[in-house]
């Protein structure tokens, strides 16, 4: 269960990773593992594999949100998880990153009713960028991490959220299986 953030968003994230080590990277021949702009996303809740009989009870899940407002949020910030081989650069989150959270803890109070199990991890917002490992210097990470340190994208709105099944792998991919819009309450 994700949110997404829109277009003018990722394309000014975007524009930005292109100046960096890790967006050139490809035109030097170096796989760095971008993460394909349409699959940036922040999750909320991570399910695992769903069967297809359980997926209605997790959309029924998102069915129930409701927020005082949405949140208001900017991709900002970055750090990694991770070093070596395990490097993954990911961006962060400013705004009502609070009030994100417990749109959060909703969803996953609303799993465990609902008997969904879900990754019991605390919930860390971010877009995760690239999986550069230790295919770029550590200090080309390490320049790219400062840049994207200082970085601020425009302001936007959560408007739904997003159930997706994951096909992870060397060439990932992400189907919607349920969008809802936010409901302010």
């Known amino acids: 269960m994700a949110v ?16 960096l080590n890790i967006g050139q990277a490809a035109g030097r021949g170096i796989n760095a593992r971008l993460a394909t702009r349409a699959h940036w996303h922040v999750t909320l809740a991570f399910l695992g594999e769903v069967a297809d009989d359980r997926v209605p009870r997790a ?10 407002a949405p ?4 991709i ?14 990911w961006a962060g989150l400013r705004g009502d990153v609070a009030t994100l959270t417990g749109l959060a803890r909703q969803v996953r109070r ?26 770029l210097p550590a200090e080309q990470i390490t ?6 340190q200082a970085y601020e994208g425009p ?24 969008i809802v819009p936010l409901v302010v309450s």
Do not use: N
């Not at 997404?4 to 100046?19: E, K, N, R, V, W």
């Not at 949140?71 to 900017?74: A, I, K, M, S």
């Not at 900002?76 to 650069?89: D, L, M, N």
């Open 4 to 19: 997404y953030p829109p277009q003018q968003a990722t394309d000014h994230l975007a524009a930005h990773l292109a100046g």
């Open 59 to 68: 959309a029924a899940v998102l069915d129930a949100l409701t927020a005082d």
């Open 71 to 74: 949140p208001v949020l900017r």
């Open 76 to 89: 900002a910030g970055a750090g990694r998880f991770g070093r070596g081989r395990f490097t993954i650069v």
């Open 110 to 135: 609303e799993l465990r009713r609902a008997r969904l199990p879900y990754d019991e991890k605390p919930l860390r917002p971010h877009l995760t960028l690239a999986r550069p490992g230790d295919r």
């Open 143 to 148: 320049a790219d991490l400062a840049a994207l």
């Open 155 to 178: 302001e936007w709105t959560v408007t739904a959220v997003h159930l997706v099944r994951s096909h992870l792998g060397p060439h990932p991919r992400y189907d919607m299986l349920h």
